[in-house]
T-cell receptor, first 117, second 111 residues
Framework: DAGVTQSPTHLIKTRGQQVTLRCSPKSGHDTVSWYQQALGQGPQFIFQYYEEEERQRGNFPDRFSGHQFPNYSSELNVNALLLGDSALYLCASSLGGWVSGRPDTQYFGPGTRLTVL | GQNIDQPTEMTATEGAIVQINCTYQTSGFNGLFWYQQHAGEAPTFLSY????GLEEKGRFSSFLSRSKGYSYLLLKELQMKDSASYLC????????????FGDGTTLTVKP
């Protein structure tokens, strides 16, 4: 049973550039959430996708955007990178929590370590 | 908004029991989750509580009191591999799918 996968593992960019991170959910899951985790802090919720639509959004600027594909995989795009965007970006997948209203258990991928120079 | 508080660091001895507390203030509540995160790795799910009381899963137990906005994670028979950060996360409020995480408690298990 394949777990959540993310690519790339590590990425180095310079200020002003754009980046795309990718996530494939755990087999059978239909909901993908993205989190940003700075060093020494807990993950911060960016947004959640279900049925190819953004359903929830945290307090992140419009520079952060995403997409979910028909096969439930997802991309996170960040434009005009800032030094402060350096962090571990985590993707978490779950099943149908949005629909059921029950707290769905989220399973995290290994993350993408983004460094902005 | 939501606010999650947990101690920054804790130290315990191999074989002992440790309790990691988490207090939260939320505009709504739809579940509380505990995750373990080893350095440089992704969080892994440990347990969740929706109703008041104790949930036991092997060496790990989690307790919830919704009226007090309080939870704890209890780790028994500590092992060296339990050295990690433990994250408390609250789900819900107006956004049922959104999880708000605390900054984690770094547990160091010593021989």
């Amino acid at each position: 049973d394949a777990g959540v996968t993310q690519s790339p593992t590590h990425l180095i960019k310079t200020r002003g550039q754009q980046v795309t991170l990718r996530c494939s959910p755990k087999s059978g899951h239909d909901t993908v959430s993205w989190y940003q985790q700075a060093l020494g802090q807990g993950p911060q919720f960016i947004f959640q996708y279900y049925e190819e639509e953004e359903r929830q959004r945290g307090n992140f600027p419009d520079r952060f955007s995403g997409h979910q594909f028909p096969n439930y995989s997802s991309e996170l795009n960040v434009n005009a990178l800032l030094l402060g965007d350096s962090a571990l970006y985590l993707c978490a997948s779950s099943l149908g929590g949005w629909v059921s209203g029950r707290p769905d258990t989220q399973y995290f991928g290994p993350g993408t370590r983004l460094t902005v120079l | 908004g939501q606010n999650i508080d947990q101690p920054t660091e804790m130290t315990a001895t191999e074989g002992a029991i440790v309790q990691i507390n988490c207090t939260y203030q939320t505009s709504g509540f739809n579940g509380l989750f505990w995750y373990q995160q080893h350095a440089g790795e992704a969080p892994t799910f440990l347990s969740y509580n929706v109703l008041d009381g104790l949930e036991e899963k092997g060496r790990f137990s989690s307790f919830l009191s919704r009226s007090k906005g309080y939870s704890y994670l209890l780790l028994k028979e500590l092992q060296m591999k339990d050295s990690a950060s433990y994250l408390c996360a609250v789900r819900g409020g107006t956004n049922a799918g959104k999880s708000t995480f605390g900054d984690g408690t770094t547990l160091t298990v010593k021989p």
